[in-house]
């Protein structure tokens, strides 16, 4: 049950990001949530080849998802590569 929470409340907060990076032919979706609480997210669209994923993630992504779930540890895009 608890997974399922907070499986919605990361869908819910990605409905708040999606306007945004549909403005730029982008789209995110959810992958899954690993048992360490790591998010996985896929970036689609625009989104996927822009020079500015890694800040989008960083600034954008990941501090929503943190404010909407704070017991997650990280959040990766699974088609950027490690690092970013």
């Known amino acids: 049950m608890k997974l399922r929470n907070m499986n919605d409340r ?8 999606r306007p945004f990076l ?12 690993d ?3 790591t998010v996985r ?6 989104c996927a080849q822009c020079s500015q994923a890694a800040l989008t993630m960083k600034g954008g ?4 998802l943190r404010r909407a779930v704070p017991e ?3 959040v990766v ?3 950027m590569p490690e690092g970013l």
């Open 35 to 37: 048992e360490d609480l």
């Open 72 to 74: 997650i540890k990280s």
């Open 61 to 64: 992504v990941e501090e929503v």
């Open 77 to 79: 895009a699974i088609n």
């Open 22 to 33: 549909k403005s730029d032919g982008g789209d995110i979706v959810l992958v899954g949530i």
């Open 41 to 46: 997210v896929e970036l689609l669209g625009a």
């Open 10 to 17: 990361i869908n819910q907060a990605l409905e708040e990001l």
